[in-house]
């Protein structure tokens, strides 16, 4: 059973920044398809980004248009760690934050595409 854990979440002025973390337990954390979403409050579960498992060619990552070039995806396959790095960081991206993985190479932004999800973790931007 594929396990995951949040955790970087927290109360931020905007503008400003935080690195989510996504621990992954498994043994072949680097076939696995990794992806944030969130949810603010009233609203549905929404893709962030995307990082694709690992192949001969590396690594493909994917990101929502809200959030791309502010959000930088990244995974650490040391410590089978997947992060978020949220800079910039607006009142409308206050939301829970979830990882998910999927038990292939390829990441989709489609929710339901993905086996296994985190707890999540709150992100709060104050204005």
């Known amino acids: 059973q594929v396990q995951l854990v949040e955790s970087g979440g927290g109360l931020v002025q905007a503008g400003g920044s935080l690195r989510l973390s996504c621990a992954v337990s498994g043994r072949t954390f680097n076939r696995y398809a990794v992806g944030w979403f969130r949810q603010a409050p009233g609203k549905e579960r929404e893709f962030v980004a995307y990082?694709?498992?690992?192949?001969?060619?590396?690594?493909?990552?994917s990101y929502a248009d809200s959030v791309k070039g502010r959000f930088t995806i990244s995974r650490d396959n040391a410590k089978n760690t997947v992060f978020l790095q949220m800079n910039t960081l607006k009142p409308e991206d206050t939301a829970v934050y979830y990882c998910?993985?999927?038990?292939?190479?390829?990441?989709?932004?489609?929710?339901?595409?993905?086996?296994?999800w985190g707890q999540g973790t709150q992100v709060t931007v104050s204005s």
């Open positions: 998910a993985a999927r038990n292939t190479l390829v990441a989709t932004t489609i929710l339901g595409d993905y086996d296994y």
């Open positions: 990082v694709s498992g690992i192949n001969w060619r590396g690594s493909t990552t």
